[in-house]
């Protein structure tokens, strides 16, 4: 069963700090890697796509994938209460077409 | 999720009706995918679907539930004989051709009483 695992929170970050999101996934041969965000009662937008070992930065947003290890994740620098959200780890699996979703993050930038 | 199109936004059903779910993918899209997904759950995948294909529906169950995406107009979630459990927000996602971003609409949320 190809899996995705993330820790589901809350984690509380303080205003300004560095907001860290982590996920695993079960299948060595995935080649791409989403972060989404989903606001309460929303859908899900895109924030970034990883398909390479390393960093990759956009903004505030730093995402990094390990292949090795298996995890791929999500930093949020000069964390802001609007980015008080759930963050969901998506990851595209090499042997099949569809994506498959962790459960979600939820984040908490407390003021 | 600019562009992908569902309707209804909120569908209110009693047990044993059937409910209909539409998703309009974005302009240029031919790839769709139906999520499910449970009050403070993920997302749960469903089926994926391409123009006049059913692609992938290992996620689909069994019964009740079926998908299609004709040649022309939009793809269609149908639910049978509605159950409580099927409470939930359904939500499509279109296919990007470069970099294989999926692009979500605003979702159904499907309440049966």
């Known amino acids: 069963q190809k899996e995705v695992e993330q820790n589901s929170g809350p984690l509380s970050v303080p205003e300004g700090a560095i907001a860290s999101l982590n996920c695993t996934y079960s299948?060595?041969?995935?080649?791409?890697f989403f972060w989404y965000r989903q606001y309460s009662g929303k859908s899900p937008e895109l924030i970034m796509f990883?398909?390479?070992?390393g960093d990759k930065e956009d903004g505030r947003f730093t995402a990094q994938l390990n292949k090795a290890s298996q995890y791929v994740s999500l930093l949020i620098r000069d964390s802001q209460p609007s980015d008080s959200a759930t963050y969901l780890c998506?990851?595209?699996?090499?042997?099949?077409?569809?994506?498959?979703f962790g459960s979600g993050t939820r984040l908490s930038i407390r003021p | 999720n600019a562009g992908v199109m569902q309707n209804p936004r909120h569908l209110v059903r009693r047990r044993g009706q059937e409910a209909r779910l539409r998703c309009s993918p974005m302009?240029?899209?031919?790839?769709v995918y139906w999520y499910r997904q449970l009050p403070e759950e993920g997302l749960k995948f469903m089926v994926y679907?391409?123009?006049?294909?059913?692609?992938?529906e290992s996620g689909m169950p069994k019964e009740r539930f079926s998908a299609e995406f004709p040649k022309e107009g939009p793809s269609i979630l149908r639910i049978q004989q509605v159950v409580r459990g099927d409470s939930a927000a359904y939500f499509c996602?279109?296919?990007?051709?470069?970099?294989?971003?999926?692009?979500f609409g605003p979702g159904t949320r499907l309440l049966v009483l």
């Open positions: 998506a990851v595209k699996y090499s042997s099949a077409s569809k994506i498959i």
């Open positions: 299948d060595r041969g995935s080649q791409s």
């Open positions: 990883i398909y390479s070992n």
């Open positions: 302009k240029g899209h031919s790839h």
């Open positions: 679907l391409q123009k006049e294909n059913i692609i992938d």
């Open positions: 996602a279109s296919l990007g051709q470069r970099e294989e971003t999926q692009y």
